[in-house]
Nanobody
């Protein structure tokens, strides 16, 4: 059974940093495209970043140069390093496993989801 458990969220001031982690189990982690998504109150879930099994990454424009997605296949763990955080980054952050390889940042391409971890950035 696929299980994804996020951690590392919290409250920070604008300009601060957080590192999210997602512990994966129940499947062959290294062979799947993984992604981070976020959803703010009243808004649709949006793709933040993806990382393919070969390490190729993709980011939404809003986080390019500030966020870094990475994976440790030996630990079955996905990470999101978030620097220079802004109030508009405030959201629930979810990790997800793709149905296929990495094709884009659409939530519909991802079939397994964690429960989320809250990130709040104050000005």
């Amino acid at each position: 059974q696929v299980q994804l458990v996020e951690s590392g969220g919290g409250s920070v001031r604008s300009g601060g940093s957080l590192r999210l982690a997602c512990a994966a189990s129940g499947y062959s982690f290294s062979t799947y495209c993984m992604g981070w998504f976020r959803q703010a109150p009243g808004k649709e879930r949006e793709g933040v970043a993806t990382i393919a099994s070969d390490g190729n990454t993709k980011y939404t424009d809003a986080v390019k140069g500030r966020f870094t997605i990475s994976r440790d296949n030996a630990k079955n763990t996905l990470y999101l390093q978030m620097n220079s955080l802004k109030p508009e980054d405030t959201a629930m952050y979810y990790c997800a496993r793709s149905w296929y390889g990495c094709r884009g940042l659409a939530a519909a391409d991802f079939g397994s989801w964690g429960q989320g971890t809250q990130v709040t950035v104050s000005s």
